[in-house]
Nanobody, 125 residues
Framework: AVDLVESGGGSVQAGGSLRLSCEASGHGHSRFCMGWFRQAPEKEREAVAIIDDLGYMYYADAVKGRFTISKDDAKNTLFLAMNTLKPEDTAMYYC???????????????????WGQGTQVTVSA
């Protein structure tokens, strides 16, 4: 298992930017998939961006060109830079890890067994 702690959420106006961080600790694995997911009220949790140990990235269509996922392996930290935010980006954002694989990452939330507590992102029109 791995402990994940997110930070960086907040409230911004449409067109603004935020950068989320997720610090991972307590794990013995050196290679695994990590991702950002979000869940809006009354909606299912969905994958936003996922990165494997080789640096291959997946983005949901809704965020392509606006969000960038990255990681600092030396600091065990995952990032999500969010630009040109829209009201429909409003959601609780979660960091997650899949220790069972380090490439060919899956996108289904159920594949990820370790989750952070979430950080709220609110975008006003």
């Amino acid at each position: 298992a791995v402990d994940l702690v997110e930070s960086g959420g907040g409230s911004v106006q449409a067109g603004g930017s935020l950068r989320l961080s997720c610090e991972a600790s307590g794990h013995g694995h050196s290679r695994f998939c990590m991702g950002w997911f979000r869940q809006a009220p009354e909606k299912e949790r969905e994958a936003v961006a996922i990165i494997d140990d080789l640096g291959y990235m997946y983005y949901a269509d809704a965020v392509k060109g606006r969000f960038t996922i990255s990681k600092d392996d030396a600091k065990n930290t995952l990032f999500l830079a969010m630009n040109t935010l829209k009201p429909e980006d409003t959601a609780m954002y979660y960091c997650a890890a899949d220790l069972s694989r380090w490439h060919q990452c899956q996108r289904a939330p159920g594949q990820f067994k370790d989750w952070g507590q979430g950080t709220q992102v609110t975008v006003s029109a």
